[in-house]
């Protein structure tokens, strides 16, 4: 299988929309979300709802569809009324992915904020455990990111995911690899021994064989700055140079790429950042 490269993209007027949006733009795959992110509650699905987006999938030849929980759920806090609330918020959310098709639920980790690392890591697994209990997922599988590192956010460390991979023992859940939050946390793949270096890392703990999705954003920061800022792809501190070389490696190039740059237009050309960064990626991965 070639490469697939998208991005994510607006549900705005209908989930079916987002597909022709990504057809547009000259998306393989595409990214979602399944309702507001900024909201606790939505709407239930409609039947139509649902045959309206996989029409769109398969007419417009887009695979792979992910989604991306909303950033109101932390699973790693020591809230209980939060960590309930996390947890409903992420059942309703797997079930519509259930129900629409879409192959993969991306969702952070969380936030220990007061609690310790441990501690926070232990209440992930729990939460998922119960998550997937009560979804019985057939098609969609879970899949926790990677992250920065910024603040108290878990799952930086290729050794967190690991553990979470082995405690929530599930063949429901994966992982999905930022390249952002990767490099922000300290994983500089930018050279070949630093990519060596994080592919033995992901293998060490069991990572690299559950990564299922890859979230392809350049940062706007040093490696090691553990701050969260895309990037435009090859005008980052990552470089085209490191990005060439990440989606060129072996255990990367046949998972789909997401882009979650920023949208809108470049004011030199006029043309769409989308349609920019999905020409680089293609670039990149045809240069020899």
Known sequence: MGYRFGSHMS??????LAVERGREVGCDVIQVFVKNNNQWKCKPLTEQDCELFKDALKHNNISN???????????????????????????????RCELLGIEGLVVHPGAHTDSTPQAGLERIAAASQQCIQQV???????????????????????????????????????????TCHAFAAGYDFRSASGLKAM??????????QRIHAIHINDSKRECGSRVDRHEHIGLGAIGEDGMKRFIRSAMFRKLPMYLETAKGTDESSGEDWDKINLATLRRLASVK
């Open 199 to 208: 592919l033995t890392e992901l293998e060490k703990h069991e990572v690299s």
């Open 65 to 95: 569809p992910i989604a991306h929980a909303s950033y109101l759920i932390n699973l790693a806090t020591p809230d209980d009324g939060l960590w309930h609330k996390s947890i409903d918020a992420l059942v309703i959310e797997w079930k």
């Open 136 to 178: 019985k997922p057939k098609k969609c599988n879970l899949l926790l990111e990677n992250t920065a590192g910024q603040g108290t956010c878990l799952g930086w460390q290729f050794s967190e995911l690991g553990w979470l991979i082995r405690e929530i023992s599930s063949p429901h859940l994966g992982v999905c690899l930022d």
């Open 11 to 16: 549900i705005a007027g209908g989930m079916h």
